[in-house]
């Protein structure tokens, strides 16, 4: 060989050398650490090493998104973020994570497609979350966790909103022995400008149906039935009743009624009155709260014979007083089960 023929080689040898590059330069954006710790964990999980690690990123809509997931990749919905997020794994690249982490080595073969199981989710996700954890506390992904798993593409469309969303793209060759697959892994992270109206609207949306629910409720009908007195009798007397019998109330239960809801509960305490020549109740207590007015034992003063107070009881006002007509020196109460509807 000639000294001529050697010129260029050693010209190369004797060129400088670029400049390295800084150690601690990392691109900027989120995930920026993603191709380191994602090789710790793929080396933590399966006899795997990521190598030619590169990470990509880019901006796009839900339909450029959607476009790029491959039909048979491994999906999943990330938790954590104020907008739904996704992981996804492509199909030779999580075939290639299962089988080191199942079989403990690579088959020199890839073996055929196939979509991801609920154990291939488990097993992944184990890699995933291990890979945001170790983005460090600084980066807003790594308190991101799997999520559920998307088992059918067709559904990311009604799961994801119609955002803006940010794409970090791992591409990297994992290598176990001699075998080497090629893998890509990629974030989909909502915009943070976009994910706060989301976030925003979706509380104002809340807000607005916790608002309408109630309403609605309130306005919903109830229904309160008017008791004035309830009694006791055998079985064999309530089924000997008929038009002509009678029940008979204690006198004490003359003025006093009981508003009751359909469950039975009694809701407050009156007493029979009329109004503008109405028949009307009173509400004179609560249930658990005030004790009602005192009852009367016989008629109204000026009405006709008045019985005396209970000790504990306090006069009552001559406009507190039912307008019903006297019912002084009545014995107990009968009711009559006429026909007569009259």
Not at 156 to 183: F, H, K, N, W
């Amino acid at each position: 060989m000639s000294v001529h023929d050697r010129d260029p080689v050693l010209r190369r040898k004797l060129a400088p050398r670029p400049p390295p590059a800084e150690e601690g330069a990392v691109p900027a954006g989120p995930a920026a650490l993603l191709a380191r710790s994602f090789g710790r964990a793929i080396a933590a999980a399966a006899p795997l090493v990521a190598e030619e690690a590169e990470t990509h990123r880019k901006t796009a809509s839900l339909a450029e998104l959607l476009d790029t997931i491959d039909p048979e990749a491994f999906v999943t919905l990330l938790a954590g973020a104020d907008a739904p997020a996704l992981a996804l794994m492509d199909q030779e690249g999580f075939g290639a994570v299962i089988e080191a982490m199942t079989m403990g080595r690579l088959a020199t073969r890839p073996a055929g497609p196939r979509r991801p199981t609920p154990t291939d989710a488990a097993l992944l996700a184990e890699v995933i979350d291990s890979t945001l954890a170790g983005l460090g506390t600084e980066d807003p992904l790594s308190g991101l966790r799997c999520g559920r798993p998307v088992p059918d593409h067709r559904l990311l469309p009604v799961m994801l909103e119609d955002i803006g969303y940010d794409l970090v793209a791992l591409t990297a060759i994992v290598v176990s022995g001699s075998v080497t697959r090629p893998l890509r892994l990629m974030l989909a992270v909502p915009r943070p400008d976009e994910a706060e109206v989301i976030a925003a609207s979706g509380e104002e949306a809340v807000r607005d149906w916790s608002e309408a629910l109630n309403a609605a409720v309130m306005r919903s009908p109830a229904s309160l039935r008017a008791e004035l007195g309830r009694v006791t009798l055998p079985l064999a007397e309530v089924l000997a009743l008929g038009p002509g019998s009678r029940l008979t109330l204690p006198l004490s239960n003359l003025e006093e009624v009981q508003l009751v809801a359909l469950d039975g509960a009694v809701q407050a305490i009156g007493r029979l009155g009329q109004t503008r020549g109405m028949r009307a109740v009173r509400l004179t207590g609560w249930p658990g709260g005030l004790p009602p007015s005192p009852m009367l034992d016989a008629a109204p003063p000026g009405r006709g014979v008045a019985a005396p107070l209970a000790p504990d009881a306090e006069p009552q006002e001559e406009d507190a007083m039912p307008d019903f007509p006297c019912l002084a020196a009545m014995a107990p109460m009968s009711l009559d089960l006429s026909l007569d509807e009259g």
